[in-house]
Structure formats: structure tokens, C-alpha cells
T-cell receptor, first 112, second 116 residues
Framework: LAKTTQPISMDSYEGQEVNITCSHN???????ITWYQQFPSQGPRFIIQ?????VTNEVASLFIPADRKSSTLSLPRVSLSDTAVYYC?????????????WGLGTSLAVNP | NAGVTQTPKFQVLKTGQSMTLQCAQD?????MYWYRQDPGMGLRLIYY???????DKGEVPNGYNVSRLNKREFSLRLESAAPSQTSVYFC???????????????FGQGTRLTVV
């Protein structure tokens, strides 16, 4: 099972770009990389998912190098409301979640 | 569009009591899951149901039972609650992913359970 390593915490300021890097050295060929966001007292919320290269949506961008052993979630111009825990997951969803391992995530604090 | 709805939001139980956590989704998803989240630990899978009529154990199933009542509903039962089951419980659902397609999971708001 692919495990991930990401920083425990990060600090930023409003308006800055935040990049959170996740390493997943033993990612398998069929594994996808998925990022979730969790606010206190809420369930995780899907942010973005990718397999290789770059993926962008209205919330974030996900950069995946060719070897896929790491990935970087990029949040442009963060605001106070982006303060949350961000989880990087690697695995296949394929109808069940048992192959996904949730780590502790990265606690992002956005300061005024 | 409610998504995934869990009830109750909060519950306090005495050791040995039983209770059922309810979960329902209105997205016509095939797969549903129960997780627990404890301080200092990531989400851990308790049970999952890949489709209506099937259930399987996850990482930490001991002390729990589940029922996939129909496609919409997936309940989690604690037959004899223990203090170690004090946690925040999340229900989630996904559409059938298939390979290599991957899908996002939708989570409920959580149930904060305290066993005293």
C-alpha cells in the first residue's frame, strides 16, 4: 500500500500562493493522487485528483512529475478560509476505499 | 441536494450501551464507507460496502457491525460501546470507480461519539 509523507504544518499569509508537497515513493502504476481538505468539525472535502503532469480546477492545481514519486498541491492566493487540514492520498478508489491510507495531513494556517 | 447525511451529530453513551449511527446518500452511489477519526491519527476505515447487499471489513472493524439497508443507506452499529470507541465517525460514499477510473469520495458531517 502506498504511503504518503507530507509536512505536519505550514503557515502562510492572505494573498500568498501555498504549495504543499507530498512524497509517495512506492506509488503503483494504477494509483491516482487525490487531495482532500478538512475543516474542523466537518468531513473531508475533495479538492483535486490527478495521475500525471498537471491538473487544474477552480480551486487548486496539482503538479505531478514524470516519476510520480511526489506531488504538489498549489493553492493560489489563499485566504483565511483556506485554513484547514489538507490530506494527500495515493491509491485506487475503484469502487472501494480500502486501499487508501489517510495520514495526518498538513495543517495549513493562513494568517491575516 | 443533501449529499451524505449522518445522524445523530452528537451522542453520549454509557459503557455497554448500544446504538446505531445512520447514514444516507442521495447521489445514487454504489459504494459507502464508515471511518473513525481520532486525535493524532488519520481516518481509519471501519467497514465498507462496495455495492448494495455487500459489506466488508476495513482496518478497524472490531466492536462494530454494519448494514447496507438499501442503496441509499448504510448504518453502523455499536453493540456494546466501550470508551475506546470514543471518536468522530464519518460516513462517505463514492460512485463505482472501476479501473482505471478513480472517483472522489463525499463525506458526511460526522458524528461525535463519547463513551463514558
Amino acid at each position: 500500500l502506498a504511503k504518503t509523507t507530507q509536512p505536519i504544518s505550514m503557515d502562510s499569509y492572505e494573498g500568498q500562493e501555498v504549495n504543499i508537497t507530498c512524497s509517495h515513493n512506492n506509488i503503483a502504476t494504477n494509483d491516482y493522487i487525490t487531495w482532500y481538505q478538512q475543516f474542523p468539525s466537518q468531513g473531508p472535502r475533495f479538492i483535486i485528483q490527478g495521475y500525471k503532469t498537471k491538473v487544474t480546477n477552480e480551486v487548486a492545481s496539482l503538479f505531478i512529475p514524470a516519476d510520480r514519486k511526489s506531488s504538489t498541491l498549489s493553492l493560489p492566493r489563499v485566504s483565511l478560509s483556506d485554513t484547514a487540514v489538507y490530506y494527500c492520498l495515493v491509491g485506487m478508489n475503484a469502487g472501494n476505499n480500502r486501499k487508501l491510507i489517510w495520514g495526518l495531513g498538513t495543517s495549513l494556517a493562513v494568517n491575516p | 441536494n443533501a449529499g451524505v447525511t449522518q445522524t445523530p451529530k452528537f451522542q453520549v453513551l454509557k459503557t455497554g450501551q448500544s446504538m446505531t449511527l445512520q447514514c444516507a446518500q442521495d447521489m445514487n452511489h454504489n459504494s459507502m464507507y464508515w471511518y473513525r477519526q481520532d486525535p493524532g491519527m488519520g481516518l481509519r476505515l471501519i467497514y465498507y460496502s462496495a455495492s448494495e447487499g455487500t459489506t466488508d471489513k476495513g482496518e478497524v472493524p472490531n466492536g462494530y457491525n454494519v448494514s447496507r439497508l438499501n442503496k441509499r443507506e448504510f448504518s453502523l452499529r455499536l453493540e456494546s460501546a466501550a470508551p475506546s470507541q470514543t471518536s468522530v465517525y464519518f460516513c462517505a460514499s463514492t460512485s463505482t470507480g472501476g479501473q482505471p477510473l478513480n472517483t472522489e469520495a463525499f463525506f458526511g458531517q460526522g458524528t461525535r461519539l463519547t463513551v463514558v
